[in-house]
């Protein structure tokens, strides 16, 4: 008697659950207020990661250029805040026009108003986004620390991000051509790591080395700094990785803690590797790992399980590592490292995503869960990436290089940026 | 009236000053410096580069003393700040010619 009431209950229930479902479909989209917390706060947190950035380079650089190389990080708050209001986001978001640019219908915020998008306020979506257009070419400056014009940089970071970012992040969240394709990238792999790793690499060899560079020694001048920033950008990453979801949901919590496990992976990766190969385990390595192993998941968070978390993170912290080695090799003179971190990081998780993504978690499978399929559409979106990342970035560069110049003169190197072009020090001791 | 310009280790400034003061010297100067005798510098480690650290962090103290003081100045000093290994530093002793307390305009040994 009482198995049945329960089974008629349960079946009762159901039937009310599918007709709300049912009725919810052919409501107009509607804000929930859970998202919406959730959203504001992933917000914030991601801002966090500018100035937490900047710490992470600055105690990298020479302490001539410590506030030369906080600012580069700092000042895209400003510009790329303005940027992105003005017509970044229209540029991203707006109506496709061809699968490679979204159209002026948001230009100045035009028509970006409260009213929902998702189950968030559009404006909400468009300052999240907001938030990645500025971290990105902050993520470039580590690169071009100690020897680039200040006001060439800003005029490179608005070409940069309209030419670059904004075709790129239509192309993987605008509705593009890469989004049509099937590609997974959850939080910016392609988008936000490959674009600025690659398009460091292709500065930093325009640009030229740090005079002095590789024979004169140029040491950190203070980690802790380095260790604040990594934790900084540790704590804005659930932010960014979890927050892309656009809502407080299950794949939310799936891509927060996959953020965690690959970083943590990632520290033990780096850690590991130079303590094999150098004989010691040091801070800059646990601190450097933790960051590639966030890279790293930034596009699988939300289609990878636990396990897969710590092989991709383990991975990107290996080889990241290795890649800052080979630098050396080949010459160029990528001064913290972006091309290493990022480039290579983003490009790792980019492809093990299509290994390891899972139907269970995210809708997708990858290879290893029998779809070899979407590797390859992985590595076509990689290379997309790659190629355009680098020869716009290029281009931008030898146009300005052309007009405005890039590099400060050598009096003004050796004097150091903090005193040159700011006319301030970062400490008088 | 000497001069000893103690070079030593760091970590062995607090005791080196308590061995001087048991002493009964009023005043030592010191100042932190970075030099290599001997020992040479170290390696350091950034992201798999080796870096090599040719000046190595010392402490230098600076005091002046009757003569008579010199040396088991020199004595406790070597006590406090020997550790036996290399890089322990070295005590140069100078004559001094004049003293003067710029308060009072006291000169010579009632000047130290």
């Not at chain 1, 706060?41 to 900047?54: F, H, K, N, R, T």
């Not at chain 1, 060439?152 to 051509?177: A, K, Q, R």
């Not at chain 2, 088991?72 to 140069?92: L, R």
Request: hydrophobic content about 50%; glycine content about 12%; proline content about 3%.
């Amino acid at each position: 008697m009482t198995k049945l009431t329960t089974l008629i209950f349960m079946f009762s229930m159901g039937l009310i659950f599918t007709g709300a479902e049912a009725f919810a479909g052919e409501e107009e989209p509607k804000i929930v207020a859970a998202d919406t917390a959730w959203m504001l706060i992933s917000c914030a947190l991601v801002m966090l990661m500018v100035p937490g950035l900047a710490l992470f380079y600055g105690g990298m650089d020479r302490s001539k250029n410590i506030l030369s190389t906080l600012l580069l990080s700092f000042v895209c708050l400003g510009v790329i805040t303005v940027q992105w209001t003005l017509f970044g986001y229209s540029l991203a978001f707006g109506g496709d026009v061809g699968k490679v640019i979204g159209d002026f219908s948001f230009v100045a915020l035009n028509g970006v108003g409260l009213e929902p998008n998702g189950t968030i306020p559009h404006q909400l979506f468009m300052v999240f986004q907001m938030m990645f257009a500025i971290l990105t070419p902050a993520l470039i400056s580590g690169a071009l620390v100690g020897r680039m014009k200040f006001k060439t940089f800003v005029v490179f970071i608005i070409l940069w991000s309209t030419l670059v970012y904004d075709p790129l992040c239509h192309w993987v969240w605008g509705g593009g051509w890469i989004s049509d394709l099937g590609a997974l990238d959850f939080a910016g792999g392609l988008v936000v790591h490959i674009s600025s790793g690659v398009s460091a690499l292709a500065a930093c060899i325009l640009l030229g080395k740090r005079k002095g560079f590789p024979a004169e020694p140029m040491p950190p001048h203070n980690l802790t700094l380095t260790l604040l920033g990594a934790g900084l950008l540790w704590f804005g990453w659930f932010g960014f990785n979890a927050g892309s979801e656009l809502a407080a949901d299950a794949v939310a919590a799936s891509a927060f803690v996959v953020t965690q496990i690959a970083a943590g992976a990632g520290l033990l990766g780096w850690m590991f590797t130079e303590w094999y190969h150098r004989g010691k385990p040091t801070l800059l390595g646990a601190a450097s790992g933790g960051v590639a192993g966030l890279v790293a998941i930034t596009p699988a968070a939300g289609f990878v399980g636990p396990i897969s978390a710590i092989m991709i993170g383990v991975i990107a912290g290996a080889v990241c590592y290795m890649a800052v080695v080979a630098k050396h090799r080949f010459g160029y003179d990528d001064s913290l490292d972006v091309f290493a971190v990022h480039g290579i990081g983003g490009t790792i998780g980019a492809i093990l995503t299509g290994l390891f993504a899972t139907a269970a978690i995210g809708g997708t499978d990858g290879l290893f869960f029998g779809n070899p399929g979407q590797l390859v559409i992985q590595l076509v979106s990689v290379a997309a990436a790659w190629v355009y990342s680098f020869g716009v970035t290029f281009a931008i560069l030898k146009v300005l290089d052309a007009t405005m110049g890039l590099r400060v003169s050598e009096q003004d190197e050796v004097q150091g940026l903090d005193l040159s072009l700011h006319g301030e020090r970062g400490y008088t001791l | 009236m000497k001069k000893l310009e103690i070079v030593i280790k760091p970590f062995k400034l607090e005791q080196v000053k308590e061995a001087l003061t048991n002493l009964g010297i009023q005043g030592i100067t010191v100042t932190e410096v970075k030099g290599f005798g001997r020992q040479k510098g170290h390696t350091e480690l950034y992201r798999g580069a080796e870096y090599t650290v040719d000046f190595l962090p010392k402490v230098k103290i600076e005091v002046v003393l009757k003569e008579d003081l010199v040396e088991s100045a020199i004595e406790k000093t070597i006590k406090a700040a020997s550790t036996g290994n290399i890089g322990d530093g070295k005590i140069f002793v100078t004559p001094v010619e004049e003293v003067v307390r710029i308060r009072t305009g006291e000169r010579g040994e009632e000047a130290i």
